[in-house]
């Protein structure tokens, strides 16, 4: 039932399919396990800002294991004090000497200028995450290939939650409208179905894309937890795998009502938006300032060239998502729904640190600042196009955590889209 045309779109499924499968996912992860994609810094200690009783999931597989700081390549620990001069104080001056000897000697004085307008900048209104605090004591820097994104048993009333504060409080919907199959609210027939999707139809293009994105990235998730599932456990080893059974309960058309197969278009339409905020960021990847910095001079090298393969790949997609329809209204108008759209989307980033299991929260936090950061390169179009060739950006710069999660957060719903094909035909061969 997922194929064919996507709303509000002139692509279709099977377009996607083909690219992704074939054309983008392999190099794509090749990618992102080069060091400088595989080390993602952030602060998984942060008090949960709207209520106390978080039930910390206390399953192994719950847990997230930080890297010891000899794991982490040098260039990428000291490119993280390029970003600020506080953290300059906080180490003693031997560890200091010690991380900054990585730093890469062609720095010019005024790219070492441009470091300080980028942080003021970082810091600035186009951003549309809570900025995680990594020059906090308690950040550190996690290997997303030891901590992979996959079932950890962190489930039922806690993980609703979550979910249900995101979709009820942040997606521009009154409280009179039901969502279907919501697993917090009393069953519901198909006349409260019908008026939540007359609802969704009735909003402006801007509000239904924001719905479709948020639902898009939940489907994602359980599309990669059903995959990488816990089939078996023996003191010896743990076997994971692909879990049909789950996989059609969260998506099957008579199982879920019709509900999971549109949960999945919208996963190929977060898939768009991401894919088309990447062909609008070439520009600045291409200048030859920028360097996916981690001290190995032919790793750095390798790495970017493969970066621009993949983006330019991205580019000659032939159906790219028109975001011109975005906020084309009426100016006042549409600055006012481009403000509202930033602070939801900053309010869902601060709601991930009420998630209970550790490594569902990591991976909700990169995956919520990877589509924050699709939309602001997707609404910095001028911008980019002003950069200079050559030379600091003082009006658009994406910071190291900002590239890390663009990619690695892409990298999830690419997987995503695979993953679905891999169900598809096993699925076909059970029937």
Known sequence: QVSGYLDDCTCDVETIDRFNNYRLFPRLQKLLESDYFRYYKVNLKRPCPFWNDINQCGRRDCAVKPCQSDEVPDGIKSASYKYSEVANNLIEECEQAERLGAVDESLSEETQKAVLQWTKH??????????????????????????????????????WKIWNVIYE?????????????????????????????????????????????????????????????LLQETWLEKKWGHNITEFQQRFDGILTEGEGPRRLKNLYFLYLIELRALSKVVPFFERPDFQLFTGNKVQDAENKMLLLEILHEIKSFPLHFDENSFFAGDKKEANKLKEDFRLHFRNISRIMDCVGCFK????????????????????????IANMPESGPSYEFHLTRQEIVSLFNAFGRISTSVKELENFRNLLQNIH
């Open 169 to 229: 409080e942040n997606c521009f919907k009154p409280q009179t409208i039901k969502r279907p199959l919501n697993p917090l609210a009393s069953s519901q027939g198909k006349s409260e179905e019908n008026t939540f999707y007359s609802w969704l139809e009735g909003l402006c293009v801007e509000k239904r894309a924001f719905y479709r994105l948020i639902s898009g990235l939940h489907a994602s998730i359980n599309v990669h937890l059903s995959a990488r599932y």
């Open 360 to 383: 569902c929260r990591l991976w909700g936090k990169l995956q919520i600042q990877g589509l924050g950061t699709a939309l602001k390169i997707l609404f910095s179009e001028k911008l």
């Open 122 to 159: 970082d810091d600035s209104s186009d951003s549309f995450c809570e900025a995680d605090d990594i020059q906090s004591p308690d950040a550190e820097y996690v290997d997303l290939l030891l901590n992979p994104e996959r079932y950890t048993g962190y489930k039922g009333p806690d993980a």
